[in-house]
């Protein structure tokens, strides 16, 4: 939900200081001299990277304020990998809470007073999220850092990191208003959670002495020293975390992310598919230098649903919090900035978009009172989605509309073929990717071979075989068909969409609009009119009876605004199969025969808590599904989701969202019934 801004005013230094604790976001004397000392130097990060043997290394931060710490240990990374290009330390990931986040007006002021950061903070600020709780996930390639900015109270968002067995932090900067001015913060429960979340050898620097803060980390096991401060400060403390981590006695139960092998640089992945999900897995994978072969059963890629031509790029949000409209709202803030970098890499022309807004139109009693709520309860910024007066929409759209609705600014539309194209060329750049066209997946089976790790053989149709150490499979509607998928509960929709002729008076659109269907702006002298939803409909073949609904449900959501009653349509249309869920929510994870694991689980209908269940076993194998109509929203957060799982990094998302999306949830249901047999053909 919309998250509490920090009511901030500056000193006479220029020095920004939060009115709520009374205490500055960094100090007078100069800020960034004080994070060297205090956490570039406390946790004697410059040297420790010159001795790390890993791929990443992962800072945590309780106070993001300013960014100035973020700022600084980014500009020290980067300098780091310029002077150490061969070094395998690749990538810093920085996680940081803030429960108040900084006005962007505000956060650019402070900033101003560090020239030699400028162009740093840039990059911060066009990126930098809209005030919404949870995880705000945001890449800084050219500086080779992974942002996550955590949105909300530090005590209620620790315990939502997924962490290995083994730790997820590698250094921590406690940070945050001094123990005096927040005790709120610094608590028993912060320090258990930070034993919880470090490796064994983690470090931890803090600008302050304070006894309760040394009492509570020597407690978790954390051996602390005290150093000279910054500035007027007169100690600081120090540490490494050394207790010994040992086997939990809590199971981590069948929701944990971590039970597959990790992923490293130089292994070979199998990835299935043709379209938005395939690429977008094969994307990332290739950018932690992983080797990955995508097959997919076509002679070129999109050749499902993500081959139209056209798609509404907008979240569906609704008036109260769920865990659908949170996954919604992240998802497509995800998806923006991440499309924004596609783009640009991609160059001018090469994928066809415009993030002209989305208009939800009011267009019956029903939605006008869902919109109402959702206005009246306030629980989205209005960066994100807001009220529209019929006057703002007819200025917006540039046609005449009588509705009012609801505006999402950031939305719009986009080629899905040329995105796809762009992500593949952009992944094959990186010179780890090859494709193997015609190549219609069958099936999989584990090999173990003495002296060598697990891996897995993908058989094909055409009679290849495929060894790699992982497989994803991203079939879309082709999982259907596929006997990997028979433990799910896949639900298969046809949609066609209509390509209408540019004319009067829809020629003049100039923004998405949306009811029960949507209508965008002219691409190629056509504008997408859709969509029809036939269940387990698998035909592909366009129908002249889907074009009359499509038309059909527009006229009806529209009557009265003369825009498209008169309209002349040549036929020209395209339907495709969309793959979804009973729920509605996409799939991203591990991908086994789920109805053979029920017997494990079958003390969750007796009232036995999911955590203390077990682990999933290791299977070499995952996917990427069901992204059913909303997959230019979900489809790149999930593959983010997927391939931080599968590599050990630490996750996008909280625990919440990890579980409502994970390929386990039905199971799991089913056993908390007491339903162990087979129940993937069932409708809900």
């Known amino acids: ?196 979340l470090s490796k064994v050898g983690a470090t931890f620097g803090t600008f302050t002495a304070a006894g309760v803060v040394k009492r509570g980390l020597a407690a978790v096991g954390f051996e602390i020293k005290k150093r000279n401060g910054f500035g007027r400060k007169r100690d600081m403390l120090t540490g490494v975390f050394n207790a010994e981590k040992t086997p939990s006695t809590t199971r981590e139960g069948p929701y944990y992310r971590y039970n597959q092998s990790p992923l490293y640089a130089g292994d070979s992945v199998i990835v299935v598919g043709s379209g938005l999900a395939a690429a977008l897995t094969t994307l990332a994978l290739a950018k932690r230098g992983i080797k990955v072969t995508l097959c997919h059963d076509k002679a070129t890629l999109a050749s499902g649903a993500s081959g139209n031509p056209q798609g509404g790029f907008y979240p569906q949000l609704h008036s109260q919090v769920s865990l659908a409209s949170r996954l919604q709202a992240h998802s497509f803030l995800f998806a923006r900035n991440f499309y924004d970098d596609v783009i640009a890499q991609a160059g001018s022309g090469k994928v066809s978009h415009d993030f002209c807004g989305v208009v939800q139109l009011n267009f019956n009693p029903k939605v006008a009172q869902r919109q109402q709520k959702l206005i009246e309860n306030s629980v989205w910024p209005e960066g994100l989605i807001h009220y529209a007066s019929s006057d703002f929409i007819c200025q917006k759209a540039q046609v005449q509309l009588a509705q009012d609705g609801l505006f999402i600014p950031q939305g719009g539309w986009l080629s899905p073929p040329e995105l796809v194209a762009a992500l593949i060329e952009q992944a094959r750049a990186l010179g780890c990717v090859s494709l193997l066209p015609m190549h219609t997946f069958s099936h999989y089976e584990r090999k173990y071979l003495e002296g060598e790790k697990p891996s897995v053989l993908a058989h094909f149709d055409n009679g290849a075989t495929l060894q ?158 069901c992204l059913g109509s909303r997959g230019l929203t979900t489809a790149p957060l999930m593959a983010e989701l997927l391939v931080s799982e599968l590599t050990h990094a630490p996750l996008p998302l909280d625990n919440d969202l990890c579980r409502g999306v994970h390929p386990a949830r039905f199971m799991v249901r089913d056993c908390i019934r007491g339903i162990m047999g087979d129940t993937s053909n069932e409708n809900d």
């Open 1 to 196: 939900m919309k998250s509490p801004q920090a009511q901030v005013h500056f000193n006479d230094n220029g020095i920004p200081v939060a009115s709520q604790f009374d205490d500055v976001y960094f100090s007078n004397d100069s800020g960034i001299d004080e994070t060297q000392h205090v956490f570039i130097d406390g946790n004697d990060l410059l040297a420790r990277w010159q001795h790390w043997s890993h791929s990443q290394f992962v800072i945590a931060e309780t106070g993001f304020g300013t960014g100035l710490n973020f700022l600084v240990v980014m500009q020290a990374f980067a300098q780091f990998r310029r002077e150490n290009p061969t070094h395998p330390l690749k990538r810093l990931h920085f996680l940081t809470t803030e429960k108040f986040p900084l006005p962007k007006d505000d956060m650019a002021r402070a900033l101003s007073a560090f020239p030699s950061l400028s162009g740093m903070v840039t990059a911060l600020l066009n990126q930098y999220p809209l005030a919404l709780d949870g995880c705000h996930r945001r890449h800084f390639s050219d500086y080779s850092t992974t942002l996550d900015l955590w949105i909300g109270d530090v005590h209620h968002l620790l315990p939502q990191w997924h962490s290995p067995k083994a730790g997820l932090i590698d250094a921590w900067f406690l940070d945050g208003f001094a123990p005096s001015k927040n005790p709120d913060m610094w608590t028993d429960n912060l320090f258990s959670q930070m034993a919880r």
């Open 468 to 625: 790699a150490k992982h497989l994803i499979l991203a079939l879309g509607a082709g999982a259907v068909a596929s006997s990997s998928f028979t433990s799910l509960p896949l639900r298969p929709v046809r949609g066609q969409v209509e390509a209408i002729p540019s004319q009067a008076p829809i020629n003049q659109l100039a923004t998405v609009l949306c009811h029960k269907g949507y209508m965008t702006p002219a691409y190629n002298h056509r504008h997408a009119l859709g969509s029809t939803y036939g269940k387990n409909d698998l035909d592909i073949e366009v129908r002249s009876e889907d074009t009359q609904q499509n038309l059909v449900t527009h006229q009806k959501a529209m009557e009265g605004n003369n825009l498209v009653e008169q309209l002349t349509h040549d036929g020209t249309a395209r339907a495709a199969t969309r793959l979804g869920s009973p729920d509605h929510q996409p799939l991203s994870g591990m991908l086994t025969n789920y109805n053979a694991l029920k017997s494990r689980y079958e003390g969750l209908s007796l009232g036995k808590p999911l955590h203390k269940e077990c682990a999933l076993p290791d299977e070499p194998v995952s996917t990427l599904c």
